[in-house]
């Protein structure tokens, strides 16, 4: 034991200082993109650069990214254990949660449309406001929310391929004039991608909720939240 | 411009199929192969066809040229990686879409699963920006863990779980040197890179950090450890994916951005150094290989041994001139194919030879040749490659290989080619010694379904013909890159 | 080569000794849950050293602001399936680390 923190300590010491010295000796960049982004931004079909970056002159990182998400959602279900999501389980039982959530939901909500309308010209995006969605339906279901419609399978599979779908339909789509895949027009491009926006928002949103509720505790064994626990006889 | 739909559809395809098989009913998802198979294999060859009458092209994705938007690169290595692919997967395919009826609870979302992983691969083959490879490592890499977690049992979840971290830690210190690359830089774009890159502390330590992650993502000795349990573990249509593919793709990153940066930026023995893990890997895979007691436990060692001899290509290829340089990368590519192809044919006849027996244990062939000697057939096909006997893909590879290290003067190569072909065959004997054995007399055996014997025996005979007429692949292979002509 | 330390790269240096910190616990740690962390920590400090290193000197790059928003996202991911796989493993075995004898 000793001889492993020693030996990870120096390993990590050794690249620490191999970072410091990379980030000492930095040369000045020949190339500046920031230029470039800022040169190119009426053609973008958006306002907000980082947007613009994620939905237009990298949107292919993008597309790869939704998919390695949807990855993990199918891994999820994969590794998944037949067994009913019962609120009971997890929610916890307090009148005052309750009645906040009535009241807290509509505005997450709103926030999530705001983030996502936001993103075309100040910070926020699809990511962003898929995650506020997400964890709307975190807080619903720790608040002991019955999520039951999520278990129509069809329903949530098609609100999972929602939005990778749609990306790559009108990445194919804008090719008919004979420009490469992705090619906006640029009199619809800021529609475009207000409209991969919308679905990815959906998609992404229900992915993350996906991840933490297809692994809801285990009914007969206590003691699964507790990963300290003595190993099982 | 050429290939204007078939680039695209490369990964595209493949990720439209992976989420329409979330969709369709569950009967339909393995039958989805006979839509996706034919376009991709139509793809993939027209691609070739730009190649072979236009040369190497650059598809600019979003109409944006980089270093703003992301290149895709479409020359002569890129192009025989994707049809390596297409040919290794739609095998592997057909035999899992046969295989896989046993297995009723995993065929759920293997086939979701397939599909990203080779939307992946074929990601990683056109890439030209370092970011983007990030990416796309992470959609392969992610599909290939779940893929080895289908089984579910307790091995099963081990081995995905150290592969995962693995997976994880090689993809970091991989981002953490593309950040101070763009940091050094601003730009993400290999051949950006190439004109902009100067010797200097923040290159060295970011190429280092590449290199490392690349290494442990590839499986090279010393970093090896996750290999055998999540290849040898896993269903066998996985394993001979993994295998023979999945493992080349970072190798396949390695190679591209050693040409760009690496002679330049690294400190001479970096080369020698990458060959000597190399020739440790050939000489620790085979040993172990010998070893085991498990027929797909030796396969997979089997391949962590194959892997060292595409690392002499550094040693090789680095200050040694043009001629021998060439030598190399025609070896090693030669090395890379006859291995994906000889590799999948050989998981895929163990898979054949554990199904007919019932036991994954080499002692429990005996006599099987006598009964099923068309799964043993390409079993041997598979191993005449792997041992680099004449007239295999894996002979030429070696035989260029050779006349590289002699070109070059550097003899001592030749000892590892050598004791690399006589470990080989060690371990493939072992297996053909137990399976020759005298024993019993009446037939107790499975016979597998045609299918499955099929697809084996084709992936290694491929394994022997390319040996054959390495010519013509080779000179494709070069286009586009310091090798070719014009 | 840049002298003074600028507003930006405070945030490289902090993403140094993030991934240095994240690395330390990767190794020494056998506890899944814990290794998990370190990852997710050595992850920041790669995204810190993205964006902090690139806007030094030069001001503010709005590309690796986006990288690092798919980094996020494949981090969520990954993690999330790391947290999958680690759950079933457990249930399966009961134990928190992996068997060494490999």
């Given at each position: 034991m000793i001889v492993r923190v020693v030996m990870a300590g120096l390993l990590s010491l050794g690249v620490t200082v191999a970072l410091g010295w990379a980030v000492l000796d930095r040369p000045a960049p020949v190339e500046n993109l920031p230029d470039r982004v800022a040169s190119a931004m009426p053609e973008?079909?958006?306002?907000h650069p980082v947007t613009a970056v994620l939905?237009?002159?990298?949107?292919y990182d993008t597309l790869l990214e939704i998919a390695v998400l949807l990855l993990a959602v199918v891994v999820a279900l994969a590794l998944r254990e037949a067994q009913p999501d019962r609120?009971?389980?997890?929610?916890?039982?307090?009148p005052l949660l309750r009645a906040v959530m009535a009241w807290l939901l509509p505005l997450i909500l709103v926030v999530a449309g705001f983030l996502l309308w936001a993103g075309s010209y100040q910070p926020g995006g699809a990511f962003q406001a898929g995650s506020v969605l997400a964890a709307a339906g975190v807080l619903l279901r720790l608040a002991g929310?019955?999520?039951?419609?999520?278990?129509n399978a069809a329903l949530l599979r098609a609100g999972l391929a929602l939005g990778l779908l749609t990306f790559i339909g009108i990445g194919m789509v804008v090719m008919?004039?004979?420009?490469?895949?992705?090619?906006?027009?640029d009199a619809h491009a800021g529609t475009l991608i207000l409209v991969i926006e919308l679905t990815l928002t959906l998609s992404i949103g229900l992915t993350l909720l996906s991840l933490f509720r297809l692994n809801p505790p285990y009914a007969d064994d206590p003691a699964d939240a507790r990963t300290q626990g003595a190993p099982k006889p | 411009m050429i290939g204007l739909w078939s680039v695209p559809l490369l990964f595209a395809l493949p990720l439209s199929l992976g989420i329409l098989s979330l969709l369709v009913v569950p009967k339909w998802r393995p039958r989805l192969i006979f839509l996706g198979l034919p376009l991709l294999a139509a793809a993939s060859l027209d691609v070739l066809a730009g190649l072979a009458t236009v040369g190497p092209t650059v598809y600019r994705l979003g109409d944006w040229a980089a270093p703003l938007g992301i290149n895709l690169v479409v020359d002569g290595l890129a192009v025989g990686m994707i049809l390596m692919t297409t040919l290794v997967t739609s095998l592997c395919a057909l035999y899992a879409w046969v295989y896989l009826r046993d297995h009723p609870s995993s065929t759920t979302f293997f086939w979701p699963l397939l599909w990203f992983l080779w939307a992946g691969m074929n990601g990683i083959w056109l890439a030209e920006d370092i970011f983007n490879l990030y990416v796309g490592l992470e959609v392969m890499g992610l599909a290939a863990v779940g893929m080895v977690a289908l089984r579910a049992t307790p091995q099963a979840l081990a081995a995905a779980m150290r592969y995962l971290l693995a997976a994880l830690l090689g993809s970091l210190a991989y981002l953490l040197g593309v950040a101070l690359l763009y940091g050094a830089?601003?730009?993400?774009s290999m051949a950006g890179l190439q004109e902009a890159a100067t010797n200097n502390a923040t290159t060295q330590v970011a190429l280092a950090l590449i290199i490392l992650g690349l290494l442990l993502k590839t499986a090279l000795f010393p970093l090896h450890a996750w290999l055998p349990p999540a290849h040898g573990g896993a269903l066998t249509p996985v394993s001979a994916l993994l295998s023979a593919l999945v493992i080349k793709a970072s190798f396949y990153i390695l190679m591209r951005l050693w040409l760009v940066l690496g002679p330049e930026v690294t400190p001479e023995f970096t080369a020698q150094f990458l060959g000597v893990l190399g020739a440790g890997a050939v000489f620790y895979g085979g040993w172990m290989a010998w070893r085991q007691h498990h027929l797909k436990q030796l396969v997979a060692y089997s391949t962590v041994a194959q892997i060292?001899?595409?690392?002499?290509f550094f040693p090789l290829v680095t200050n040694t001139g043009p001629e021998a340089a060439r030598l190399a990368w025609d070896g090693t590519l030669m090395m890379l194919i006859a291995h994906a192809l000889a590799k999948a044919a050989l998981f895929l006849s163990a898979g054949n030879l554990i199904l007919a027996v019932?036991?994954?244990?080499?002692?429990?062939?005996?006599?099987i040749s006598r009964f099923r000697p068309m799964s043993l057939f390409s079993f041997g096909l598979a191993g005449v490659s792997l041992m680099g006997l004449p007239p295999s893909g894996g002979f030429t590879g070696k035989w260029l290989l050779l006349h590289s290290a002699i070109l070059s003067g550097q003899w001592w190569w030749l000892i590892v080619l050598f004791l690399g072909g006589l470990l080989s065959a060690a371990y493939i004997f072992k297996v053909f010694r137990m399976s020759f054995r005298?024993?019993?007399?009446?037939?107790?055996s499975v016979t597998p379904p045609l299918t499955l014997d099929v697809t084996a025996l084709i992936l290694a005979s491929v394994a022997i013909l390319i040996g054959l007429t390495a010519h013509l692949p080779l000179h494709w292979l070069r286009m586009g890159s310091v090798f070719g002509v014009g | 080569m840049s002298g003074a330390i600028s507003g930006y790269l405070v945030f490289a240096w902090s993403g140094v000794l993030l991934f240095g910190l994240g690395l330390f616990g990767f190794i020494v740690h056998r506890h899944l849950l814990r290794r998990l962390l370190a990852f997710n920590i050595m992850g920041s400090g790669s995204f810190l050293v993205l964006v902090g290193l690139a806007q030094?000197?030069?001001?503010?790059?709005?590309v690796p602001h986006a990288m690092v928003i798919t980094g996020i996202v494949v981090a969520v991911a990954s993690t999330a399936l790391a947290l999958v796989v680690f759950r079933r493993w457990y249930r399966a075995s009961g134990r928190t680390d992996l068997p060494e004898d490999t």
């Open positions: 973008s079909g958006v306002e939905l237009n002159f990298r949107s609120p009971e389980q997890m929610g916890l039982d307090n929310g019955n999520l039951g419609w999520l278990d008919l004039p004979g420009v490469p895949f992705l090619t906006y027009p | 830089y601003g730009t993400l060292g001899y595409l690392f002499l019932g036991s994954p244990q080499i002692s429990h062939l005996v006599g005298e024993g019993p007399q009446i037939d107790r | 030094d000197g030069r001001g503010v790059d709005h």
